[in-house]
């Protein structure tokens, strides 16, 4: 049976920055990566510009293989780990094979999350998590002339406006009110809808489909109101969900996610978790959340792979706040932090409805809680670190409302030393 001090499983950013936090600690102890992707390491945040053409496939790499080489780690590419035994510190592969290891990092990510729609198993549609989806997806729309999309979350409305770029008629579908949904409140969806049906795009909201079914086309959807929609293309972005099968009887906790602590270990000795599979503390509460952002998957990363290799220098996570940003039709949106006011929180809004400019403030006791604007330009993360930090914001409110860029930045030079 193989044996590794260091298994790693996940080849995103989480994993590479728990990669980099062991070696910076421990160079020689045995180090292996395993990753269910055929491919090298690339961000999924960078998919949408693989689907657009904008960037080349083979041109999306965060890691090559002198990377690894020279890192001495045994990097195991189109391995699926199928089952964790915790007891006797093995992983079980999907070939059937064993790699003992004296401490293990899962950072499997999450896979699209399909709705159980009568009829959804008998209709081709697409998804977009991985690279060869997104090349997938990229070949299909310039063929398309009728494109539907289930769901208005970013992955959604990315591939929206690159279908509707390429010339497609596009229909999104989405349950909730508003699009962006989580992200954004009502003005600032609305201006985002508003760029997308200025474009020619249909946007159904407060819509469900209850139907699926196959056609000349591709698909026949079927909406809870009786409508019914044609497409040659479906894209379904209903959500994801944590890549957590192989815990099926082992002792690591899970709920919506793997649950950890402040150094990203589980339940059990000598396994941790880090990024889109596990469910961490957030900022706001004690409460274990789910923050599947590029940012948090980087900290929990670090943090992890320093805990594993005893690094002296760990910092224990601080807890997730949600930090998003989108760009479309030329435009941008950014959030960060709580977009909910709770009790007794002051508001603040600017909105300049001619040239579609939207800022929000939320302030609870002076400090920042969440900011989130359409083309309002701040540092998310500047931002991020004021919500952290918890910097008391009531001497340069009205300055920082007026001008959170410059006064984040001037901040910034002032306590991040």
Known sequence: MEHTKYLVVGSSHAALEAVTAIRMHDAEGSLTLLTRDPHLPYSPTVLPYVVSGRS???????????????????????TTLKALHAERNTAELADGSEIAYEKILLATGASPAIPPIPGIEQVAYHV?????????????????????VMGAGLVGMHA???????????????????LTDGYFDATAAALIEKAFTDNGATILTGSRVVKLAPSAAGATLTLENGTTLDADLLLVATGVRPNMDYLAGSRVEHDRGILVGDTMQTSVENVWSAGDCAQAKG???????????LPDATEQGRIAGMAM?????LKRY??????NTYHFFGRHAISVGSSRAPEGAEVVTRFDEASGRYLKVIFVEGRLFGIYGVNEFFDGGVMCQLILRRVDLTPVKD???????????????????
Not at 64 to 70: G, L, M, R
Not at 128 to 148: F, G
Not at 405 to 416: D, F, Q, T
């Open 399 to 417: 300055r920082f409302v007026a001008n959170p860029l410059a006064v984040g930045r001037e901040l910034m030079s002032k306590l991040w030393r």
């Open 56 to 78: 080349a496939p083979d041109g999306i790499f965060l890691r090559d293989e002198k990377f690894f080489a020279d890192q001495r780690v045994a990097l195991k590419r189109g």
């Open 128 to 148: 977009l998590r991985t690279l060869d989806d997104a090349t997938k997806l990229n070949a299909a729309m310039k063929a398309s002339k009728q494109a539907v």
């Open 318 to 323: 601080p807890g997730g706040v949600p930090l």
């Open 309 to 313: 290799a005893g690094d002296p220098g």
């Open 160 to 178: 929206a406006e690159n279908l509707v770029k390429a010339g497609a008629r596009v229909t999104i579908v989405e349950m909730a009110k508003q």
């Open 283 to 293: 900022f706001y509460s004690d409460a274990k959340v789910m923050n599947a952002i």
